[in-house]
T-cell receptor
C-alpha cells in the first residue's frame, strides 16, 4: 500500500501554462505539506495544511495555490508557469495537530513530481 | 531566518568504517531534529529523529544532539556501499511547522 502518493510523476509543460499536482495520503494523518527541491537538491517547505486549514505559507509566489478538499488530500495548482518553477515537488504528511505544539512526528514523503517548464 | 548548515561533500568513507555526518542549526527554538537519506531520483526517507540532548542509537546508526552548541550529528557504523546517498539534516520548531532542511551531505562508501 502506498502511504503518500502523488500524480503525475513527471510533468513537462510550456511557460505560461497552468498545471496541478495531486497528493493523497492513506495514513490518517492530520497535516500535509508541499516541499520544493530545486536543481541544486535544496529542499524547502512551501505550504503546510492541518485538517484542511492553511498553517504555513512560506515566501512563495501567489501563482502557487494549495487546495485541501479533505485532510487526506492536498493539491498544488500553479498558474502562469515560469522556467524557475522547474523542480521536484514533494508532498509529505505527518500525524501532527496544532494543539500538540511539539513537532516530533515523522514526516513521510511522497515519491515526488518532477516538473519541467520549457 | 532559520538555517541548517551541512558540508555538501562528497564525503568518501571505506566500506566497514564509520561515517560521520555533521549539521549545525541557527534557530535556538528548534525542538526536534531529523536525519533523512535520499537516493538519487528518490524521495527523502527518515533514518532517525532525536529531540533530547545526548545520543540515540538505532542499529548501525547513532544520532547525537547538543542543543547548547546547536549541533547534530549522525554516525553510521560498519558502512556499506548501500549507504551511499545524500543525507539531509532537518530541524523543526513544533506544531505543524515544516522541516527546515540543510543542503545535504553526499556520502560515498568505497567498496
Amino acid at each position: 500500500d502506498t502511504a503518500v502518493s502523488q500524480t503525475p510523476k513527471y510533468l513537462v509543460t510550456q511557460m505560461g501554462n497552468d498545471k496541478s499536482i495531486k497528493c493523497e495520503q492513506n495514513l490518517g494523518h492530520d497535516t500535509m505539506y508541499w516541499y520544493k527541491q530545486d536543481s541544486k537538491k535544496f529542499l524547502k517547505i512551501m505550504f503546510s495544511y492541518n485538517n484542511k486549514e492553511l498553517i504555513i505559507n512560506e515566501t512563495v509566489p501567489n501563482r502557487f495555490s494549495p487546495k485541501s478538499p479533505d485532510k487526506a488530500h492536498l493539491n498544488l495548482h500553479i498558474n502562469s508557469l515560469e522556467l524557475g518553477d522547474s523542480a521536484v515537488y514533494f508532498c509529505a504528511s505527518s500525524q501532527e495537530s496544532v494543539a500538540r505544539g511539539f513537532g516530533t512526528d515523522t514526516q513521510y514523503f511522497g515519491p515526488g513530481t518532477r516538473l519541467t517548464v520549457l | 531566518q532559520k538555517e541548517v548548515e551541512q558540508n555538501s561533500g562528497p564525503l568518501s568513507v571505506p566500506e566497514g568504517a564509520i561515517a560521520s555526518l555533521n549539521c549545525t542549526y541557527s534557530d535556538r527554538g528548534s525542538q526536534s531534529f531529523f536525519w533523512y537519506r535520499q537516493y538519487s531520483g528518490k524521495s527523502p526517507e527518515l533514518i532517525m529523529f532525536i529531540y533530547s540532548n545526548g545520543d540515540k542509537e538505532d542499529g548501525r546508526f547513532t544520532a547525537q544532539l547538543n542543543k547548547a552548541s546547536q549541533y547534530v550529528s549522525l554516525l553510521i557504523r560498519d558502512s556499506q556501499p548501500s549507504d551511499s546517498a545524500t543525507y539531509l539534516c532537518a530541524v523543526r520548531q513544533g506544531g505543524a511547522d515544516g522541516l527546515t532542511f540543510g543542503k545535504g551531505t553526499h556520502l560515498i562508501i568505497q567498496p
